[in-house]
């Protein structure tokens, strides 16, 4: 009985179909194979004597064509429907893909009412449109692209600085300081009633994080390169195309730097290699964006990629502006902070591509940037990174690495105690350092021009809005 049952398990597993991904399907698996696929109809073409159905399982932006007898036709195969496909792949007498399955068995495992679906078949649907649909958008092509895309970037981050010698670091998101002093807090206390009293969870007021720099920066103390890359919060009131309440910010801080080169060079050196990998492994769900939702746009990130980001001071920028004819809302004078439309016309100015603009005022900037002492006008070793479409992408600067200057800073703030530890940094073993964050959602708006932050973002959070 033994031996019957080896053989027959034998049997069933060289007969079993093999299951296969959408894109497994899709690229070199060998015709004539039994395989089995599970995915989402986009699309149900019945004809005379065969049914043509297209099914996607989100492995890739092509979906697989399933060739079916009319027989094995079923009311309830309509688009958006979830369906488990067996059968035998075929070489496709379609040049767009290898294979097809002619299928032998189709099961609907989940029905899809096409009347209330909010999308409909071989429909272009607006960014705008399925945004409306936080928990079904991802059922459309341009946002299971951009999802793709997403997870891509982000792996390329990681390896940018993996091949850099960065050292990862879990930044908290709780935390009990605000490191940009911008008062753009989100403040935590439990709900649970037993908590009602007085005193504060964490005995201090606690918050969300708005920036992990601080803790980096205890930590560039000891490994020299980190970095880290995670969800920040801000409780900014706006319901601007480049804010959310919610967003992802990559920031690194590098030890024994000395000058702003030393850091924008790093800026810029992420940003390319992030860019190349994206275009390269995300070919098909890139030119989705750069065809049919900015058309036009892979120009515009060619011409990125093609030359060294040019560097600028804050002051030619404020001389820049100050000569343009432009007629901006808000007028330039040395000592404003840089608005979203000036932003955008320097980088007009500089070619349609990314510019560095470096030594702000000291005044516009936190307490841990470090002073440009000896500058005429007062200002602080920072840069920021504009780009093309969107304007502030990066934002970073020299950290006070002085004592005492940082001390009077700090005391001028009336920050001192609080920030004690921070202190502490500069008296055991002070380093010459900077650091950065770039906005993630901001740098997948850049490089696919989404216009919208909404639209690079699973789902997004901002003011007034918290759907989910
Ligand atoms: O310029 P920011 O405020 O810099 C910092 O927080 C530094 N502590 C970072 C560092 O040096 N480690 O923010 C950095 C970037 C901005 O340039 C922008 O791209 C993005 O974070 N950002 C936002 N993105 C989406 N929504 C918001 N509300 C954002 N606020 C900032």
């Known amino acids: 009985a033994g031996r019957a049952l080896a053989r027959s398990v034998r049997h069933y597993c060289r007969e079993a179909p093999t299951k296969l991904r959408i894109s497994e399907a899709l690229s070199g698996a060998e015709p004539g194979t039994n395989v089995r696929v599970q995915g989402w109809v986009r699309s149900v073409r019945p004809q005379k004597t065969n049914l043509f159905l297209h099914v996607n399982d989100g492995s890739s932006l092509q979906p697989l064509q399933v060739v079916a007898a009319s027989t094995l036709d079923d009311p309830s195969l309509t688009f958006g429907s979830a369906v488990d ?28 009412n096409p009347v209330d679906f909010p999308f409909k078949i071989k429909e272009r649907h607006s960014l705008e449109y399925i945004r409306q649909f936080p928990h079904l958008r991802c059922r459309t092509n341009a946002f299971s692209s951009l999802l793709r895309i997403r997870s891509e970037a982000t792996a390329a981050v990681h390896s940018f600085f993996k091949e850099n010698g960065f050292v990862q670091i879990h930044t908290p998101i709780i935390t009990s300081n605000d490191c940009e002093g ?7 206390e439990p709900s649970s009633p037993e908590n009602d009293g007085n005193e504060h969870f964490f005995s201090v007021p606690a918050f969300l994080s708005v920036s992990g720099q601080l803790h980096l920066e205890v930590m560039s103390g000891a490994f020299s390169r980190v970095y880290t890359f995670g969800p920040t919060f801000r409780a900014e009131n706006s319901q601007s195309r480049r804010h959310l309440a919610e967003f992802y910010m990559v920031e690194a801080e590098v030890s ?32 989705l964006f750069h065809k049919h939702v900015t058309p036009g746009h892979r120009d515009t990130v060619d011409a990125m990629l093609k030359k060294r980001f040019p560097v600028i001071t804050y002051s030619d920028a404020i001389d820049i502006l100050n000569r343009s004819s432009e007629e901006f809302t808000f007028p330039t004078h040395w000592g404003c902070d840089l608005q979203t439309e000036h932003e955008k016309y320097l980088v007009k100015h500089c070619g349609n ?15 841990y940037a470090r002073d440009n002492q000896d500058s005429p006008q007062h200002t602080a070793a920072a840069v920021d990174l504009l780009v093309p479409g969107v304007g502030e992408l990066c934002g970073g600067s020299l950290r006070e690495e002085r004592l005492e200057l940082l001390r009077a800073r700090l005391e001028e703030a ?51 809005s918290c759907l989910l």
Request: glycine share 8%; hydrophobic share 40%; proline share 6%.
């Open 85 to 112: 496909v067996t059968g035998v792949l075929k070489k496709s007498p379609h040049h767009k893909q290898p294979v097809e399955l002619e299928a032998d068995h189709i099961h609907v495992v989940g029905q899809c």
């Open 182 to 188: 911008a008062g753009e807090l989100f403040q935590l």
């Open 353 to 367: 591509i990314p510019v560095f603009v470096t030594d702000y005022p000291y005044d516009l900037k936190p307490f």
């Open 414 to 464: 009336g920050l001192e105690d609080t920030y004690s530890w921070y202190l502490d940094l500069r008296r055991f073993g002070s380093v010459p350092h900077g650091g950065f964050g770039l906005g993630f959602e901001r740098y997948l708006q850049c490089i696919l021009g989404v216009a919208n932050i909404k639209d690079v973002v699973p789902f997004p959070r901002f003011s007034h």
């Open 256 to 287: 024994f730097t000395e000058s702003l080169e030393d850091l924008t060079k790093v800026m810029e050196d992420m940003f390319r290699c992030v860019s190349e990998y994206v275009l390269a492994h995300c070919a098909e769900d890139v030119d």
